[in-house]
Each structure stands twice: as structure tokens, then as C-alpha cells.
């Protein structure tokens, strides 16, 4: 069954910064396209970052020069490096593989949530 995780979450101050990571396991015949979203408490799930299979990215605004996505195709695996977080960026990070699947895996092409890390900025 297709798995994904993430990682890497934890508690700064403003200013700080976390690399928080997304692995996608239990298949052979896909390829990923990924994407970070963010939900804070009282507040309706935003996309953050995006990238694809051949490095492409994409940020929301507000993170924008500040947060950086990037990939480890051999590990399967997507990072989001956060840097001079602020209080605004508290949030539970959760990861969305989305799988392109060929041959005997096709039917499994779609969408898989991870359970998302917290991320915590005290000002």
C-alpha cells in the first residue's frame, strides 16, 4: 500500500529554522509530484509549496524567499526547508504525493495525504 510520511517538525523561535521532509514508499512503477499545505488552529488548510517529478517549483506568497522545496528522487523523498520562520507560520505541515502509475500499478495513480508534522514559532 502506498505510504506517506513526514518528518522533521518541532519548536522555534522567530527567526529560526526547521527542514521538515515527505517519503513516499510502497510502490515501483510511479512517479510523484508533491506538494506541502499547512493548517493552523481556526484556519482553513493553504497551500505552501509545490514541486514536480523534474524539479519545478512553485511557493505561496508567503513564504516565498523564505522556504525552499526540494528533492531526492533515489529516496523518494521532498524537503521543505524553512527559513526566518515567523509566528504566522505556526501550523500542522502535511504532505500530498500525487501518483502518475504505469503497467501492473496504473489503478493507483491518484492523490495520498500524509498525517502531517507540527511546526511551532513562539515570538
Known amino acids: 500500500q502506498v505510504q506517506v510520511a513526514e518528518s522533521g517538525g518541532g519548536s522555534v523561535q522567530a527567526g529560526g529554522s526547521l527542514n521538515v521532509s515527505c517519503a513516499a514508499s510502497?510502490?515501483?512503477?510511479?512517479?510523484?509530484?508533491m506538494t506541502w499545505y499547512r493548517q493552523a488552529p481556526e484556519k482553513e488548510r493553504e497551500f505552501v509549496s509545490e514541486i514536480r517529478l523534474i524539479g519545478t517549483t512553485s511557493y505561496a506568497d508567503s513564504v516565498k524567499g523564505r522556504f525552499t522545496i526540494s528533492q531526492d528522487n533515489a529516496k523518494n523523498t521532498v524537503y521543505l526547508q524553512m527559513n526566518n520562520l515567523k509566528p504566522e507560520d505556526t501550523a500542522v505541515y502535511s504532505c500530498?504525493?500525487?501518483?502518475?502509475?504505469?503497467?501492473?500499478?496504473?489503478?493507483?495513480?491518484?492523490?495520498?495525504w500524509g498525517q502531517g508534522t507540527q511546526v511551532t514559532v513562539s515570538s
Open positions: 500530498k504525493a500525487h501518483l502518475s502509475c504505469w503497467g501492473p500499478e496504473h489503478e493507483v495513480s491518484g492523490d495520498y
Open positions: 510502497g510502490y515501483t512503477y510511479c512517479n510523484f509530484d
